[in-house]
């Protein structure tokens, strides 16, 4: 018993296990439908296996929601905006609905500037408008600039460039600012802001008002940590009036963001914007000339990943593919060819009748 089991394993034994049919070379009959068959199987699987390829390639973006989980009470407001007076005769200031002044005007940077814009200015103004307006047409584009990783877009134009010996007609206002995560206002008016005990107020310089003019133009506006190449809704937005007694209404809801792509990985904050304005004519209760931006914090994160075929996944999809057609064609080959030599039994004895 001992040799038995002692002896060495040839290779006959192992070929006599072999379960699979095998039809020798002799008994193996080719034809011209069975090689267009396997012509037309072979063209087919390469067409599936390269778009199959493509697909693996890709990516698209996911979105999900959940509640803002981060106990932090504060966030970052960046602002870059120029009004069409002169700094002497405006001022801003942030207030929320705790009463509580977060941003004061040395928050900010009073800057003396000209409204007009110059050419590079107007060139860069007229690319962030139109992506502006593609983004509003085609959502997609959204997804190519998130997982482009925003590249080729400038969150911010250069510096002034403008070459005039007339005295600063505008003024830019811009700065971060730390605000409370709580709804609240920034606003942009006539006169300096001043803070009593009994709360703040915008003493003007001038009551001439043919001095004030609320035409402005936005050059970002953003929440949170500003993400390099992000494009906001309000970027490169312009409001021209010709009356000196108007009034801008920015309606703002700020929702936290979290995006994770191939490329990127940054949490910042998106915002969605109501505009309204409307000329005065007479002064009325809640009704001031100015430019007014009312936010609000979202209670929802929202959550943009980017997403691929996992490659077991493409592996398993490709076998799929390659044996299904195999065994698809084989069996339609075979039906077809019962049919005919059915048919032509048939046909048979009625011509020799």
């Given at each position: ?13 192992i070929?006599?296990?072999d ?32 778009g ?7 990516s ?19 602002i ?10 405006v ?27 110059s ?37 911010t ?42 709360g ?22 953003s ?12 970027d ?10 108007y ?18 990985s ?12 409307k000329?005065?004519?007479?002064i ?11 936010y ?9 990943s ?48």
């Open positions: 018993m001992r040799r038995r089991f002692s002896r060495k394993v040839s290779p006959s034994i070929k006599e296990l379960v699979f049919p095998k039809v020798p070379d002799a008994c193996i009959e080719t034809s011209i439908s069975g090689g267009t068959v396997s012509l037309l199987a072979f063209t087919l699987i390469t067409i599936l296996t390269i199959e390829y493509s697909y693996f390639q890709d698209w973006i996911k979105y999900n929601y959940q509640v803002d989980t981060n106990i932090s009470s504060k966030l970052q407001v960046n870059d905006i120029t009004v069409a007076m002169k700094c002497d005769y001022g801003a200031d942030m207030l929320d609905q705790t009463e509580a002044i977060v941003g004061e005007s040395g928050d900010l940077q009073y800057e003396p500037t000209y409204f007009e814009l050419a590079k200015e107007k060139a860069w103004q007229r690319m962030v408008q139109n992506i502006q307006r593609q983004l509003n047409k085609e959502h997609n584009l959204m997804k190519f600039l998130i997982k482009s990783s925003f590249n080729g877009t400038k969150a134009k250069g510096p002034r460039d403008v070459d005039s010996t007339d005295p600063p007609n505008a003024c830019r206002i811009h700065g971060s600012m730390q605000l409370n995560k709580v709804a609240g206002n920034f606003h942009i008016l006539a006169g300096k802001s001043y803070h009593f005990p009994f703040h107020a915008h003493v003007l310089s001038t009551k001439n008002p043919e001095v004030y003019n609320f035409s402005h133009r936005i050059d970002h506006l929440f949170g940590v500003p993400s390099p190449g992000l494009i906001h809704p309000l490169g937005s312009e409001k021209i009036t010709e009356t000196n007694m009034m801008f209404q920015y309606f703002i809801v700020v929702v936290p963001t979290e995006i994770n792509t191939y490329k990127v940054t949490n910042t904050h998106q915002y969605s914007v109501t505009e309204k304005e000329k005065l004519v007479g009325k209760k809640h009704e001031i000339p100015g430019i007014l931006l009312k609000d914090i979202s209670c929802l994160k929202i959550l943009i980017e997403e691929g075929m996992p490659t077991s996944q493409f592996f398993l999809r490709l076998c799929g593919i390659i044996g299904g057609i195999f065994s698809t064609a084989g069996l339609l080959h075979n039906i077809c060819g019962f049919v005919i030599n059915l048919l032509c039994c048939q046909c048979k004895p009625r011509e020799q009748l």
